[in-house]
Structures are given as C-alpha cells and as structure tokens.
C-alpha cells in the first residue's frame, strides 16, 4: 500500500496507526531533523532503520589536496540544507587559507547563496589538525555521514577510518558520485550514529533467525 504522508505527523501514524494508516513494524529513510527526531522517539514502538538527519559531508586532506576541488565539494554539500554540514578538516595551513578565500569568493555569485551561507555559519568548519593521526583521530569521533579521503594516498589513510557512513577515495570521487551515480545507497547514518550504525541496506529488510 502507498500513503502520501510525510513529516513527524506520518513518523507517528505509521508508528502507532490511524483510522486510515495500519501499523507499521520498521520505519526506514531519510528525513530533515523532524523526522529524525520522531523517527529516534518511536523506535522501541517500532523498529527503525538509523537516524538520518541534515546531511554531513568532510574532506580529509592533507597538503596534496587541490583548493579548487575541495572548494567545490564542501559548496555542493552546503547548498543541500540550511542545516547541512561541510567541514574540512586538513593537516595543511596553505590548503585551509586557499580554501577558505575560494569559499568567500564563491559564495556571492552562487544561485543558492542564502542556504549554503547559513549551513557554513551554523555547523560548517575548516580545522587544522596537528599531524594526520589527529586528523583521522576526530573523523572517527565525529563519524561524518560522508568523508572524501584526499590524501596522499588515501587507501593507506582508510585503513584508520573506523567510523564513516561511506567514503569516497582520492580527489576525482565526490559525494554525488555516491548520492546519484555509482548506485550505492545513500540513506546513512547521521549525527554520530556512524560509530553505531551503517547505512541501509538489504539486510534491514529482512530478520535473521537462529538455527
């Protein structure tokens, strides 16, 4: 059955039931920071896939990483959400000031400038870590929903990443490649829930059963 519902409001009637709705026994799915939260305050009730808010994306890059392409990719995941986050966080002082320049300098001539403005302000960063072992050391307290690894050789830096919804290799592999074209799914766990949760898939659908 299709219900055109959406919304907090069709978090709890598929939660609880209505009149028209049935209840259901798994929520799963993407939603803004309402959602999310109705989706977090049922489950017990419910089952549910894993808390999917505002989308996050961070570049991990060291001194190799090119300014022009990171700029781009942390605008393109600003323009999504007024509460979206782009952070970069970087071992290079020269990659954070060329980046941070290119930033200010696009931002006045982009169609969606209102909304990327308000996502760098609220919970966007540029942060310069101490070495790279800091560096992967907060992606893996932050556990981001997206992590671009531009690095100098970013396979070798995967090896320490423990905590990433997904993660998307060398400088030619943004966080679009993922939404929209490779075919991998792209509801993943946001705020955190990286370190707990991966992101959906068959195996939500389905209960394991001991034999």
Not at 34 to 52: Q, S, W
Not at 84 to 107: C, G, Q, W
């Amino acid at each position: 059955k299709i219900f055109k519902v959406g919304g907090p409001w069709g978090i709890a009637s598929m939660a609880y039931g209505t009149k028209t709705i049935p209840r259901v026994d798994k929520i799963v799915g993407p939603g803004n920071k309402y959602v999310t939260a109705a989706k977090i305050m049922v489950f017990g009730e419910v089952n549910i896939d894993c808390p999917a808010g505002p989308s996050e994306g961070m570049i991990l890059a060291d001194k190799t990483g090119d300014a022009n392409l990171i700029t781009v990719d942390l605008l393109s995941q600003s323009e999504h959400d007024p509460d979206a986050a782009s952070i970069l966080v970087t071992t290079s002082d020269e990659l954070a000031l060329k980046v941070s320049d290119n930033i200010n300098n696009e931002i006045p001539q982009l169609p969606r400038k209102e909304i990327i403005t308000s996502s760098l302000e609220k919970y966007s960063y540029i942060l310069i870590a101490r070495d790279m072992e800091q560096a992967i050391d907060f992606v893996n307290e932050y556990a981001p929903e997206h992590l671009e690894i531009i690095t100098e050789d970013p396979f070798i830096t995967l090896k320490k990443i423990k905590n990433a919804g997904s993660i998307f290799m060398g400088p030619f592999s943004p966080i679009p490649v993922g939404d929209y074209a490779s075919g991998t799914n792209h509801v993943l766990p946001t705020g955190q829930a990286a370190r707990m949760f991966s992101g959906l898939s068959v195996d939500d659908f389905v209960k394991s059963h001991i034999r």
